[in-house]
């Protein structure tokens, strides 16, 4: 989601990386030239029209289960966003597990209680 026009979005894909613009996406832009969505979800600074870098992770349910907001001069990390959706799945189909700060797939995971986790931080 965007708060350019649907003509900036055809010009990004149109323009390939190597170039600085996004080349052929596997995933639909929505243009919100309104600024309604940038507003709902608190990355809108009104005073100056523009939006924040804003990721949401929303599950099925419609629930928020991760945000990052970006400082305008801040990117976003791909990489960091798969990992936290590949925690999220595995937390999803490990309930009585945690993943621990920087965990990636393959790696221990941890008991969401003081005791028990012991066994984690004794490993590592």
Not at 16 to 39: C, F, M, N, Q
Not at 49 to 66: M, N, P, T, Y
Not at 94 to 106: F, L, R, S
Request: hydrophobic share 35%; net charge negative.
């Amino acid at each position: 989601v965007s708060i350019d026009s649907v003509f900036s979005h055809l010009a990004w894909v149109q323009t390939d990386r190597k170039s600085g613009g996004l080349g052929d996406l596997k995933y639909p832009l929505v243009s919100d030239v309104t600024k309604s969505i940038a507003e709902s979800y608190g990355v809108l600074i009104p005073s100056q029209g523009i939006a924040l870098r804003g990721l949401f992770i929303i599950d099925k349910e419609s629930v928020i289960q991760h945000s990052t907001i970006n400082n305008l001069a801040i990117g976003r990390s791909v990489d960091e966003t798969l990992r936290t959706l590949q925690a999220l799945q595995y937390v999803q189909e490990n309930p009585d597990e945690v993943c621990p700060a920087g965990w990636k797939p393959g790696e221990r995971s941890m008991k969401p209680d003081p005791k028990l986790s012991k066994e984690y931080f004794a490993a590592v």
